[in-house]
C-alpha cells in the first residue's frame, strides 16, 4: 500500500457489485480495527446498494451495519439518489445525502484533509 502507515483512507465506490463492496467494507473495517481512519462514500450505480443492505434478510446487512454502526459510512451521493430513484431509501437509512460539489461528494475535501483515496 502506498502512502503513510498514518494516512486515512476513503473508499469511494461507484460499481453496484454487492460483492465489491463487501470489500470495501471488509477493509474499512480492518482499517479501523487497526487504528487507521476509514470511511466510505457510496457513489453512483453503488447507492442501489443501500435499500438491500439495510434488509435483515440480505445476505451481507450484519457486515454493511457493522461498518454503518462504526461510522464509517460517510454517506451516499444526493444527485446518485435521486437519479436512480433511491433518495428515499437512503433517506431512511440514515445516511446523509452528499452534495458538496455540483450535487455529488467531492473528493478534494478529502485530499485536503489528509485522506488518501481508493476508488472502487
Not at 502507515?5 to 473495517?29: G, I, Q, S, T, Y
Amino acid at each position: 500500500m502506498s502512502g503513510s502507515p498514518e494516512k486515512p483512507v476513503v473508499f469511494f465506490v461507484f460499481r453496484e457489485e454487492a460483492v465489491c463492496f463487501v470489500h470495501v467494507l471488509l477493509n474499512a473495517l480492518d482499517f479501523s480495527q487497526k487504528g487507521r481512519l476509514a470511511r466510505i462514500v457510496m457513489e453512483g450505480p453503488a447507492v442501489k446498494l443501500v435499500g438491500s443492505l439495510e434488509k435483515q434478510e440480505s445476505q451481507f446487512h450484519s457486515l454493511y451495519m457493522k461498518a454503518k454502526n462504526a461510522g464509517l459510512i460517510d454517506g451516499a451521493c444526493m444527485a446518485c439518489s435521486r437519479q436512480f430513484g433511491v433518495n428515499d431509501e437512503i433517506v431512511k437509512s440514515g445516511l446523509p445525502l452528499l452534495s458538496d460539489m455540483n450535487g455529488h461528494p467531492g473528493i478534494l475535501p478529502y485530499i485536503e484533509r489528509g485522506f488518501e483515496v481508493l476508488i472502487f
